[in-house]
């Protein structure tokens, strides 16, 4: 069942969590000052930041946990930064030698090591502790990269544009585990030299993979002299289930979590859009293929991550690995954080970033075409003419925030010719509006957004095509490479968020197309971004579902900065960073995104001013009604001036 949201739950004052919950993913920034303060730092905004996107804004508790990390295992000098495996933390490792003066060698250790060094310390479930539900296996739980405190920005860099750090709710599992003496140092192992230019995949030991690269039964990994549960004195045995009752309560059962992570994954494949629990869902026979209609395509071929953007730097990963060392496409302005991948990955340099170390970058690089026009493939078409040769192309269907679609059937076809492959991510477009997956050989997605919808849980997911002529390659590299990171607990949230995901995406198509009416309808409005409206429609209606809608993201600019300014403040709904809420969000997205570049965004039509709207599931007419108060405050600034 579909609930509507109200204004009072979802307007919040400065930096307040968007919503008001212990795990959000939006925080509050309420008025077009605080935006443009928050991006200039200054105090009056930052002072009163109680969280932010956990990708830009690594969560308080997160924070918390690292630094006493960091005080027990490092110096007053060094930092601390959390990851969900030694893997993930070694390629931090890797991007930090890269890009620091401290030295590449990796001490897997109780002691600190020289304090010149970067170094890894893996926390795993000391042997008196049954292993909990939640963890599924005994393999680290928590590795974390210990640095100088003054090589913060590029830690805090590699986090960001990775997604490989640990979520929240782990990290309150873990700190409290942490703190009741349950999670400690795996024993000392000997320093080992690590290669700076080559990409790090994940110990096989810890667990055993299934043929088709999914994560099969969990395998006990002796890290310990005597890990035998059977051993533990009935007081160990109470003790530590008390904890693990305390720290979660009598209603989130979380041996569930695998099949959570199972309906999540058939949800994704469209083979179960029933609105039921968790029991029905696993139980109930498939849909078919009736969204994906791929043939042998199923529920095994989707790989689930810790938040979309870890699923596009994996999917690039891996595709390096199958492939080899070749230069990658952005297709269009809209994946600059997947294009920043790409230049850290091979060592490249983009205009974009504004670090000299990043400009200095070399390696097989990207080829960024940020129009997205036909000109544009003209362009490529004629580079694989002459004989330049591309692993893959990124592109977003549509993209954000222009919302103009990608030509995919051209693209296909010279993918086809060329011989590169074709990532799409879905996020805006969403599945129940789109067929995409025809005409990619990946599609990878933001399981936070409106799959999720209600804002308090980070996923993400990469779905290979089973037509696609790098199927078996990537698969097999999928079971060498992939591990399954996704926090049980975290899980189990976005299943029950989930569950009425196809009702959902109605709605908010509806409620979309009636903001688009009432802003189009309006003098003051320059400009309306929206698939259904713009030149690039026919690119969209070629992969439209026969009863799919154009979705929940548009954008909207005005004549003079004044005017966006009134609106954006006026506007009663939540205002913050991120898309796909149940309710309407907005956030005037260039200067959130591109506030040190905007003379640079421009050059592909993307001014400085626009504001972007993600529409939820509120009532109609209170939406329309809220932005024809507006409205009129933008008219009455005709009077003011006058």
Known sequence: MVVTPTTQTILGELGQAIPDTPHAVSVSLPTWKANVGYEEGEEWVLSKMKNGYPRFFIHVGIQAFAEVVARKYGNSEEQAMLFPSTAAATRCIEFLARNTTQKSTIFQSLTTGPKDHLRIVDLVFQHKAPVPKVTGTSKTIISAVIFARSEFKHAKTFWQHSGEGVSSRRAEFCFKAF???????????????????????????????SSLGQTDEPVSVSMTEDPNPARLTSLDRQDYAQFVEERFGRNLDLSLAANAKLAVRRRIAGSLTADVDLKEAIVMPSEGPAVRKVQGFSENDIYLYPCGMNS?????RIMLKARGSLKSISFGFDLLGATYIFMELTKHSFPYIDTL?????????????GHGSSADLDDLENRCKSGEKFLSLFCEFPGNPLLKSPDLRRIRKLADQYDFAVVVDETIGNFMNVHILPAADVVVSSLTKVFSGDSNVMGGSSILNPRSRYYHQLRRTMTDEYEDNYWPEDAIYLERNSRDFVSRIDRINKNAEAICQILKASPYVKEIYYPKYSPTRPFYDDFRHPTGGYGGLLSVTFHTTVEAVTFFDVLEVAKGPSLGTNFTLCSPYVILAHYNELDWAAQFGVEADLIRISVGLEDSEELKEKCERALAAVAGLGNTMS
Do not use: A
Not at 357 to 369: D, V
């Open 357 to 369: 170390k990043i400009l200095e970058k070399w390696g097989p690089g990207c080829l960024f075409y």
């Open 179 to 209: 703190e009741e003496g349950y999670l400690v140092p795996r024993n000392p192992v000997r320093p080992e030299s690590i290669r700076s230019d080559r990409m790090c995949k994940g110990p096989r030991r810890y667990q055993r993979k």
């Open 312 to 316: 596009i730097f994996n999917t690039h």
